[in-house]
């Protein structure tokens, strides 16, 4: 069974740039998440979609951040304009259904804004 | 609200030594997940266990075996016989059922294993 798929691995931009990631969750995986790990810390939610909804959003930078997920599958979380301190690395996960299920990381995308 | 606490930053032993990583947690609901997992230097976190609050039974898996104590809201991992490819960074997590059940992490704990 194929995992989490993520891209792009890597990314370098310089502030006030915008980006976007992409992730594309466990086949049948009805929750999906964006994570931020700034280095040295855990991972912070940033938004948790169920199917096309959002189930929480509360950590995520409104101002600067946004994310969708149309048809329920594919991801995409957007930063515009980056700022120093958004140099992360962005993971996204996925579980069967609620968040108390197992989730299952991807790769990670990291981001650094020079 | 919820927390989860990694007291140890960084553990180093030898290679086969036991090691065992520390996580505490903080919770008003009576029904939550504990989980750990082990992220390597490539970055990916790797699920390791998952356990819900009405289950204390310790676990054993191969080498790792935890300790679930709701006494003490605490929720360890031990690593009997050390290996040079357990280094890596864990983090213990917690999700409340109910709301989001979002998983809050720890900090971690960045564990050496030296041959």
């Known amino acids: 069974e194929a995992g989490v798929a993520q891209s792009p691995r890597y990314k370098i931009i310089e502030k006030r740039q915008s980006v976007a990631f992409w992730c594309n969750p466990i086949?049948?995986?009805?929750?999906l998440y964006w994570y931020q790990q700034i280095l040295g810390q855990g991972p912070k939610l940033l938004i948790q979609?169920?199917?096309?909804?959002?189930?929480?959003d509360s950590q995520l930078p409104k101002d600067r951040f946004s994310a969708e997920r149309l048809k329920g599958v594919d991801s995409t979380l957007k930063i515009q304009p980056a700022k120093l301190e958004d140099s992360a690395v962005y993971l996204c996960?996925?579980?069967?259904?609620?968040?108390?299920?197992?989730?299952?990381f991807g790769p990670g995308t990291r981001l650094l804004v020079l | 609200a919820q927390k989860v606490t990694q007291a140890q930053t960084e553990i180093s032993v030898v290679e086969k030594e036991d090691v065992t990583l520390d996580c505490v947690y903080e919770?008003?609901?009576?029904?939550?997940?504990l989980f750990w997992y082990k992220q390597p230097p490539s970055g990916e976190l790797v699920f390791l266990i998952r356990r819900n609050s009405f289950d204390e039974q310790n676990e054993i898996s191969g080498r790792y075996s935890w300790n679930f104590q709701k006494s003490t809201s605490s929720f360890n991992f031990t690593i009997t016989a050390s290996q040079v490819v357990d280094s890596a960074v864990y983090f213990c997590a917690l999700s409340e059922k109910g709301g989001s059940e979002k998983l809050v992490f720890g900090k971690g704990t960045k564990l050496t294993v030296n041959p």
């Open positions: 996960a996925s579980s069967f259904t609620s968040g108390s299920e197992t989730q299952y």
């Open positions: 979609f169920q199917n096309n909804g959002v189930v929480d």
């Open positions: 086949s049948g995986h009805a929750t």
């Open positions: 919770t008003r609901d009576t029904t939550y997940y």
